[in-house]
């Protein structure tokens, strides 16, 4: 086994296991940067040049669309807002991300021959075990949108493993698609923010919508034949307007 592919291994899911169980949002963010960038490199042979920079530059790009999301913005009265964390714990995720990775290296190559390296799989199987409860049971929007990228970069480590080093183009493909999910999340996360209370939790129940009465109210009996009521203003309008001065048909 190259050390190097066991050390970035171990990178990629320590990080996602800190982007799963932290609870700061930009804590979360920098995790989940890390765990991109350094996920192209556990390949054997190591992807071309343009394709990795490209992979690179996605991984860089959609990590900063969710600082943006993410970070304080007190010209638009953005207040910190935390993210829901793990409900487990990180010792529990750890130990699930051990045992996905123990399955990982077991099925690696799925009872077919691979064309990449067994480190790939077992870190794919880890991060898509830890991918699991933020996609299913998240509650704001930063947790959903980390459960989805740990488990498209949870994919696109068992495709190396299993057919080998990806190339140029679907590098950058695979650049595009992350670039693309991060900015749909970051678009819902910073309209979260902007919506009362201010934080990236959904919204639980619609507003209730509280029925006025008309501003308009009836006047009481005791002023309606006075000559500023309703009656008065009629026999006032009745008296000013003018006749018609035509003779009545026979």
């Known amino acids: ?78 207040a910190h ?45 880890a991060v898509a075990a830890l991918a699991v409860l933020p996609v299913l049971t998240g509650r704001d929007v930063l947790r959903v949108a980390i459960g989805c990228l740990l488990l498209l970069d949870a994919g696109l480590l068992v495709r190396t493993a299993l057919g080998g080093t990806p190339g140029p183009l679907e590098q950058l493909l695979v650049a595009l698609l992350l670039v693309t999910v991060a900015a749909c999340a970051a678009a819902l996360g910073r309209a979260a923010r902007l919506d009362p209370p201010g934080g990236f939790d959904y919204a639980t129940e619609a507003p209730i919508r509280v029925r006025r009465g008309p501003d308009a109210h009836p006047l009481p009996e005791s002023e309606r034949d ?15 307007r003018p006749r018609d001065p035509s003779p009545p048909r026979p």
């Open 81 to 125: 807002a935390p993210t829901g964390g793990s409900r487990i714990g990180w010792p529990a995720e750890f130990l699930g991300a051990a045992a996905a990775s123990v399955v990982g290296m077991s099925a690696h190559g799925l009872g077919a021959p691979a064309g990449g390296p067994v480190i790939a799989s077992a870190a794919g199987f």
């Open 1 to 78: 086994m190259n050390p190097v592919l066991a050390l970035a291994a171990l990178v990629v899911v320590g990080a996602a296991i800190v982007a799963v169980s932290a609870r700061e949002a930009r804590t979360v963010v920098l995790a989940l940067a890390v765990v991109l960038l350094v996920s192209p490199v556990i390949a054997d042979p190591i992807a071309a040049p343009v394709g990795l920079a490209a992979r690179l530059v996605g991984a860089i790009l959609a990590g900063y669309l969710l600082w943006i999301a993410a970070r304080d913005d007190a010209s638009m009265k953005l």
């Open 226 to 240: 006075h000559p500023g009521g309703v009656a008065g203003a009629r026999g006032l309008d009745e008296r000013v």
